[in-house]
């Protein structure tokens, strides 16, 4: 008889944003299949919410089915929904960094985060961080990059570079910036998902992929070349593809992932396609992450209308690929 999976663990994010409420429903949504435990202050769950603080995530299996299992972590005082509180910004990083260290000794099998509110991590408690991909890849340690999937059933995609100005993104995009893309892509796309042989389509940098240097040169000085040796060396992967005609549902049958250049040319088309079931998967850490593809939603929080979709997805995706 097979042991129990160790369950999800869902860290906060910020308190005064839909996180807390649609972790609940998530669990609500979920409790019979998939074991999960939620780390935070009770206090900032909705009122009503079932909920049993337990003392190790080992004990989320006694009662998942009737009670959100919570990791208590105590913070300075309740939320107020849509107004985020910078003197609960220390409590939401150190929450992150508990879940991680959760997972990475075995006690739980995968982590989900709810949404940050940046501004108020940064007046509160001076992060250091573009965002949580990159406080994640910190915490892993050794130097290691962590690379930003949007995933869902229609699609999956990868931008290379990330939470930069437009403007950067030319210097920045090297040759061993996007083969290490590439290479972290293609091994998760096996480790994770589950894919023996992944085909990945590289987007463009310029309009039409340069059209032949008329449009923009980096194409022809550079990115074809570069995904010539990749495919040399075994990887399988197309392009540089003209970014306008890659994401139509017949392309999208030729390859199994798409990296693209830049953040919106990789999270227009899947926010257009599937904007409620999109899920952020972290790639190229040694545990999986996952995270609902939207942010805090200050202007509704506490109102009871958040859809929990994403959540959920993100959810039942960290739990399929941490069976893997």
């Not at 991680?100 to 709810?114: I, K, N, P, R």
């Not at 940046?118 to 408690?125: N, S, T, V």
């Amino acid at each position: 008889m097979s042991a129990r999976p160790a369950p999800v663990v869902i860290s906060c994010g910020e308190p005064a944003g839909i996180g807390p409420e649609i972790a609940a429903r998530a669990w609500a949504h979920l409790k019979e299949t998939v074991p999960m435990v939620w780390m935070g202050d009770p206090r900032h769950l909705p009122d009503g919410t079932p909920h049993e603080v337990i003392d190790h995530p080992d004990a989320a299996h006694a009662w998942s089915a009737r009670a959100l299992p919570v990791l208590a972590h105590a913070f300075p005082g309740p939320a107020t929904p849509g107004t985020p509180n910078p003197a609960h910004a220390q409590g939401v990083i150190d929450v992150i960094a508990a879940c991680v260290d959760l997972v990475e000794t075995g006690a739980a099998s995968a982590l989900c985060t709810a949404p940050l509110h940046k501004q108020a991590l940064i007046e509160g408690a001076g992060f250091a961080y573009p965002g949580h991909t990159e406080y994640l890849a910190a915490l892993a340690g050794g130097g290691r990059r962590a690379v930003m999937m949007l995933a869902s059933d229609q699609l999956r995609v990868v931008p290379a570079t990330i939470h930069i100005a437009l403007k950067e993104v030319p210097a920045t995009l090297t040759p061993a910036l996007l083969r290490e893309t590439i290479e972290i892509t293609a091994r998760d796309l096996t480790d994770r998902f589950g894919i023996p042989a992944p085909r990945i389509a590289v987007a463009g940098l310029n309009p039409h992929a340069g059209e032949g240097g008329t449009m923009g040169r980096e194409e022809r000085d550079w990115i074809t070349e570069l995904l010539t040796e990749m495919r040399r060396e075994g990887v399988a992967v197309t392009g540089p593809l003209p970014a306008d005609t890659m994401f139509h549902a017949a392309a999208r049958r030729r390859y199994d992932a798409a990296v693209a250049m830049y953040h919106d040319q990789a999270l227009i088309p899947i926010k257009t396609l599937d904007f409620d079931r999109g899920v952020n998967v972290t790639l190229g850490l040694p545990f999986i992450r996952t995270s609902p593809d939207h942010g805090t939603a200050f202007d509704i929080a506490g109102t009871g209308t958040a859809n929990p979709t994403s959540m959920i997805e993100a959810i039942k995706l960290a739990a399929r690929m941490a069976s893997r």
